[in-house]
């Protein structure tokens, strides 16, 4: 488990090594101020998609999320946050077309509620965050998502601990699936995952191979209380930092 620390991501373009991986948990909700200073970064497109949300909440914690995502990424890209370009793959998994040094720089980002993940590493990686509550039909999802042995080691729980462990393995699995930029419905069953609470979170098996999982690391995030996190990516030995981003840091 990965504690948040304080901080700001600062000019990172030379001094990020090609081991780091670096998470930053941000709060959506801004004041009118800085959503008009979030909201001249978006691209047209990304205004655009904005604009189609029915729900006025939305479109605001939309704006946060893209405009946050601009500002920590041009830190690390050292390219203002309005100059971005993004380019998506086939699933939907929005990449940077270039970085200032021209090394290859990744993220990828989720959001629940008023939380923001974005995370930020040299090879393709995914995270995933969701707020803990009671998921009453859970088993009805999970036997369509999850495999048998994952949902094994959910119903060995005690009944007050599997609503947590499902949406644990949720968002471990999920964040493998964006790892790789596939969708939850089309490659949930190619990654098999640890659920029990107190163990480390591991890959257990990649397409069917056991052996496959060795090549991915797997990171259970602590964040806020009541939400839960993972972050996956191929490799091992990476040097994980997780950060809160200070509302204050945060202009563009
Ligand atoms: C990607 C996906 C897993 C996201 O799930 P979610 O719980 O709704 O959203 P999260 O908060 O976890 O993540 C959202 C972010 O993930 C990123 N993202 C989008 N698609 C992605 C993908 N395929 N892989 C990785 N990351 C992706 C985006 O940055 C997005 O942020 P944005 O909303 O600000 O653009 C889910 O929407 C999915 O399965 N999509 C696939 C759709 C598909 O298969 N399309 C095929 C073409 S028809």
């Known amino acids: 488990m990965v504690p948040p620390v304080p901080g700001r991501p600062r000019s990172h373009s030379a001094g990020f090594g090609r081991r780091d991986l670096h998470v930053w948990k941000a709060d959506l909700d801004a004041s009118p101020g800085r959503l008009a200073r979030f909201e001249q ?18 479109r605001r914690r ?21 100059e971005l370009r993004f380019a998506y793959g086939p699933a939907g998994k929005p990449e940077l077309t270039e970085s200032a040094d021209g090394a290859s720089l990744y993220f990828n980002t989720a959001h629940s509620g008023d939380v923001l993940l974005v995370a930020v590493g040299r090879a393709s990686l995914g995270v995933d965050v969701e707020r803990v509550r009671p ?22 729980l005690p009944p007050e601990l599997r609503s947590e462990a499902f949406i644990t393995c949720w968002t471990r699995k999920e964040a493998c699936v964006k790892a790789v930029g596939e969708g939850v419905w089309s490659a949930f069953g190619r990654f098999e995952v640890s659920v029990t609470p107190g163990q480390p979170a591991k890959v257990l098996s990649v397409d069917g191979a ?41 202009r563009t």
Request: aromatic share 6%; charged share 25%.
């Open 135 to 156: 998921i009453a039909r859970w088993e009805r999802v999970a036997r369509r998502a999850f495999s048998e042995n994952e949902m094994r080691q959910i119903q060995a």
């Open 41 to 58: 970064t978006l691209g047209p497109d990304e205004r655009a998609r904005i604009g189609r949300l029915r729900a006025e909440a939305d």
């Open 62 to 82: 939309a704006t946060a999320s893209r405009g946050l995502l601009r500002h920590v990424l041009s830190e690390y890209a050292g390219i203002p946050a309005a």
């Open 210 to 250: 056991p052996a496959l999982a060795a090549d991915w690391s797997l990171y259970h995030l602590e964040l806020v209380p009541h939400f839960v996190g993972a972050l996956a990516i191929r490799g091992t030995g990476w040097q994980l930092r997780v950060s809160t981003l200070r509302p204050a840091e945060a």
